[in-house]
């Protein structure tokens, strides 16, 4: 078969995108000596004259042949308008991308070497559909929300093998949890925690997480939240002590307990009525497929996450909450909601004797 005039590697995370674009073309470059021979083109565009003026690099880098002759190796890299964005809805971005598909069109693989990295890019466009056809293509990372999870756990694992460690499967979905997904977080965490072994290989557990990872995101406290539903009161009180002590509010932290226990809430209720079931690997997908159906016309729209609908969630995640879940049973988790609630009263009397009150709260709750 005759070789692709070009090579597309498209995602919508940034970060995974251009690792990849990069090792790509790392290999595509390692025999090229001459350095004009080499060309990346930068595809970042914020307005439809910038689209036009990397249109016109890239016809330029493409070609021109390099100095002292040879082949060429040239990467456009960064392109952001294939996006579903105003500037990639504008008729003037979309003839430049037809003019952009003329130029791969064109490419002759034996002369040049043409790498293509976009992020984030709308496959529901026929430019993405044009370059899986007639080019090599590549998607890095999950192609939508339902896939993140799993895509999320393979970067981890990925770059734990890099560093030469392993991570402990709680380690993991705290860690996640605590970058909110975001992969250059999770992979610069990775590295740390490695080093934080001493680089002789070794195993990431949870408490290396709880401890040395902090929490991105506003109003995510997942150190407390993941001790609370552990039903670990030591832990709890220490997490909520450096939860404190960093100067963080009680009611960002209410709000993330009260969120995870309404799909405690939901899953126990589900599980006690025996339409949803827990194994080793986590929820039963079509078990849950069926009760979500079951169930649509109480909830209504499944496609838009929502705390208040279980059906909206990841259900790696759920699983992982689910099994949680079977240590409560539902009235438990209702009087903790009662609790939630009576914390937050409590620091709206007691402002400045907040962690007083939230440690009172887990004595009640986990002392027992």
Not at 142 to 168: D, H, Q, S, Y
Request: hydrophobic share 40%; glycine share 10%; with cysteine.
């Amino acid at each position: 078969m005759a070789s692709r005039p070009f090579i597309f590697i498209g995602g919508n995370d940034d970060f995974l995108v251009g690792r990849a674009g990069r090792e790509r073309f790392g290999e595509l470059t390692r025999e090229v000596e001459d350095e004009f021979g080499k060309e990346v083109v930068d595809g970042y565009a914020n307005r439809v004259d910038e689209v036009e003026n990397v249109i016109v690099q890239f016809a330029q880098a493409v070609q021109t042949l390099p100095m002292f002759g040879g082949k060429k190796a040239v990467w456009l890299k960064d392109v952001c308008f294939l996006a579903d964005s105003v500037t990639g809805r504008a008729e003037g971005t979309l003839k430049q991308v037809e003019r952009l598909k003329e130029l791969l069109q064109a490419v002759d693989p034996a002369a040049v070497t043409v790498l293509v990295t976009a992020s984030p890019v709308d496959r529901r466009r026929t430019f993405p559909k044009w370059c899986e056809k007639n080019g090599e293509f590549h998607w890095v990372g999950p192609a939508g929300r339902k896939e993140e999870a799993r895509a999320l756990e393979e970067v981890v694992r990925g770059e734990c093998a890099a560093c030469g460690v392993e991570i402990a499967p709680d380690a993991l979905a705290l860690l996640i949890g605590k970058v909110n997904g975001n992969t250059r977080l999770m992979v610069e965490e990775v590295r740390k925690l490695a080093t934080y072994l001493g680089g002789d290989g070794g195993r990431i557990e949870e408490k290396h997480v709880a401890e040395l990872v902090p929490n991105f995101g506003e109003g995510d406290f997942f150190e407390a939240a993941e001790a609370f539903f552990s039903r670990d009161l030591s832990w709890t009180l220490d997490a909520l002590r450096r939860h404190f002590f960093a100067g963080n509010d009680a009611r960002g932290l209410i709000t993330t307990l009260q969120n995870r226990n309404r799909l405690l809430i939901q899953l126990r209720t589900l599980m006690d009525a025996g339409e949803i079931r827990v194994g080793y690997q986590g929820l039963d997908k079509a078990r849950f497929q069926r009760a979500a159906e079951a169930h649509r016309k109480a909830f209504g729209d499944l496609d838009t996450k929502s705390g208040y609908n279980v059906f909206s969630q990841n259900l790696w995640y759920l699983g992982k909450l689910a099994g949680g879940a079977e240590g409560f049973s539902l009235r438990r988790l209702i009087d903790f909601q009662t609790e939630f609630i009576r914390a937050f009263q409590g620091i709206l009397d007691r402002p400045n004797e907040q962690e007083a009150v939230m440690r009172e709260m887990a004595i009640r709750c986990l002392g027992r």
